[in-house]
């Protein structure tokens, strides 16, 4: 069952006859609902998203996917009686101010047994400490930033864990795809000069060394970021003979890069950290600029484990549409934290924290571990990676992603700037 925050009371556990319980599940659907009242008849989850604000279309995604990951469980047995879930939300609106705000609210008021969400990486770093102190674990199903992980470690955070993917995650990825399918001699970093695109340069530069080194690095650059020009860049790119383009450059800038790569006629794949490019109806808008390019999707519907197919069906059930990474990451830190509730058999934070830290669980994405908090409570994950072909993202990595989704890389050349 679902709280909105700001609407409904924050109470303790409401006392229902059957009759009442029986006649709420007719009217609402699929709750998360035990028969006992008392003390601990229910697990209090508070869900952070930026619920308005200019992301509050991802945070209806993360929603969607929290919604369904609690619909779908039956029970949570504590003290051998089964609890249900009581989803309170809170909007951080994507600031840091105000997720501390709400954060607090959580803690002392509401006083929630655990915490998930959470967007915008500044403001989860800001707020971590606050689970931290209160002895409450806590998931970022979508932030993604390595400060995180590094945070935890530092302060030895026991209670906080990053179940989002990574810079690591992305970077690493898309160059073994290029490297398993361009097969480049040369390839040039360009990135915004920003602290992910130096991460995403560093990342790239360390994997490539150890995993393909008949590859060269000619060049390493850096650009504003809402950059309006290329043009140098690019025709270093032509200069140097590279094969290969490798990294982010997004929002405004996008279609800088992919027009001013097909009006130069540069003869190198593009192979993008995926950011905004990666949408849809970026790919619709550029899809002949984009033709050959190799793009990071994170997320791709396909069978990871037994969820992953009742999941999508009840996604699409729920809003109508597919569902996103961020629905996909929504779901599976409630369903970790739900689960580690389970076999810990009560709300200890300590008991939680340590089922969360050495629990194996299985998810939408797949069956997934926590790394130890000396590494930072991550959890690592191959994310998907897509070719533009004809205006169609398809999947070329992983192989077990590729092959299940009938997708195969086209090589290249003919670059999109070759065809007619």
Not at 85 to 109: F, P, S
Not at 271 to 290: L, W
Not at 295 to 306: G, Q
Request: charged share 20%.
């Amino acid at each position: 069952m679902c709280y909105h925050r700001r609407t409904l009371d924050s109470g303790g556990p409401m006392t229902r006859t059957r009759n009442a319980i029986l006649v709420a599940l007719w009217l609402l659907g699929p709750a998360f609902l035990a028969s006992p009242a008392g003390a601990q008849d229910e697990v209090r989850l508070g869900a952070f998203a930026p619920i308005s604000g200019i992301s509050a279309d991802v945070a209806a995604q993360i929603k969607a996917g929290i919604e369904v990951a609690v619909e779908r469980t039956e029970s949570v047995p504590l003290g051998g009686k089964p609890a249900r879930v009581r989803v309170i939300w809170y909007d951080t609106e994507g600031k840091g101010d105000v997720g501390l705000n709400v954060v607090t609210r959580a803690l002392t008021v509401d006083k929630i047994h655990a915490g998930i969400g959470f967007l915008s990486s500044d403001v989860f770093i800001r707020v971590m400490d606050e689970f931290q102190k209160a002895s409450t674990p806590v998931v970022a199903c979508c932030a993604a930033s390595l400060k995180i992980g590094d945070k935890i470690t530092q302060t030895k955070a026991q209670y906080v864990f990053q179940l989002s993917p990574t810079v690591n995650d992305i970077a690493r990825s898309l160059n073994a795809a290029v490297v398993a399918h361009v097969k480049p001699k040369k390839v040039v970093m360009l990135n915004e000069n920003t602290d992910a695109g130096r991460d995403f340069s560093r990342i790239s530069r360390e994997w490539l060394a150890a995993n393909a080194r008949g590859v060269e690095v000619v060049a390493d650059e850096f650009v504003d970021r809402g950059v309006t020009d290329l043009t140098p860049q690019l025709a270093k790119v032509k200069r140097l003979g590279a094969q290969a383009i490798i990294g982010e450059i997004y929002g405004s800038s996008g279609p800088v890069l992919f027009t001013q790569w097909f009006e130069l006629r540069v003869p190198a794949v593009v192979a993008h950290m995926g950011a905004t490019v990666s949408a849809q109806t970026f790919v619709d808008q550029h899809a002949r600029q984009m033709d050959g390019a190799i793009v990071n999707n994170r997320w791709w519907p396909a069978r990871y484990s037994e969820v992953s197919e009742p999941m999508l069906a009840a996604y699409r059930k729920k809003t109508g549409t597919d569902a996103t990474n961020f629905a996909v990451q929504g779901h599976d830190a409630a369903l970790v934290v739900l689960e580690a509730i389970r076999k810990a058999g009560s709300v200890d934070p300590q008991k939680v924290a340590a089922g969360l830290e050495n629990g194996t669980f299985v998810t939408a994405w797949g069956t997934r571990k926590f790394t130890p908090l000396a590494e930072g409570h991550r959890m690592p994950i191959q994310t998907v990676i897509v070719q533009i072909q004809g205006g169609k993202k398809v999947p070329i990595y992983p192989d077990s992603v590729a092959s299940a989704g009938g997708g195969k890389f086209v090589p290249v050349p003919p670059y999109a700037w070759e065809k007619k």
